[in-house]
Nanobody, 115 residues
Framework: QVQLVESGGGLVQPGGSLTLSCTAS????????MGWYRQVPGKQREWIAS???????EYADSMKGRFTISRDNAKTTVYLQMNNLTPDDTAVYYC?????????WGQGTQVAVSA
């Protein structure tokens, strides 16, 4: 069973940038589709982006342009580069790994955007 650990969250000012990282424990990471989601208390978890084992990225329409997903299979890590952040981006950000019947979530990392 793959395990995921997110990092890189924190407090950032509006207009700032952050890069989140998610490192997987399993050496077969390259076979998993990886994704990033976020959740605000009281709301449903929202899909941000995914990246296939091939490296092909996909984005939610509302996230295109400011968010970039990438992966480094040698480091078993997926990244989410976030630019021009606004207070509406404040949320807990979760990493996800999918392959067949395997669907694994990380513990989440808090991102707060505030002046």
């Amino acid at each position: 069973q793959v395990q995921l650990v997110e990092s890189g969250g924190g407090l950032v000012q509006p207009g700032g940038s952050l890069t989140l990282s998610c490192t997987a424990s399993r050496r077969l990471f390259s076979l998993f589709a990886m994704g990033w989601y976020r959740q605000v208390p009281g709301k449903q978890r929202e899909w941000i982006a995914s990246i296939r084992p091939s490296g092909h990225p996909e984005y939610a329409d509302s996230m295109k342009g400011r968010f970039t997903i990438s992966r480094d299979n040698a480091k078993t890590t997926v990244y989410l580069q976030m630019n021009n952040l606004t207070p509406d981006d404040t949320a807990v950000y979760y990493c996800n790994a999918k392959r067949g019947d395997n669907n694994v979530w990380g513990q989440g990392t808090q991102v707060a955007v505030s002046a």
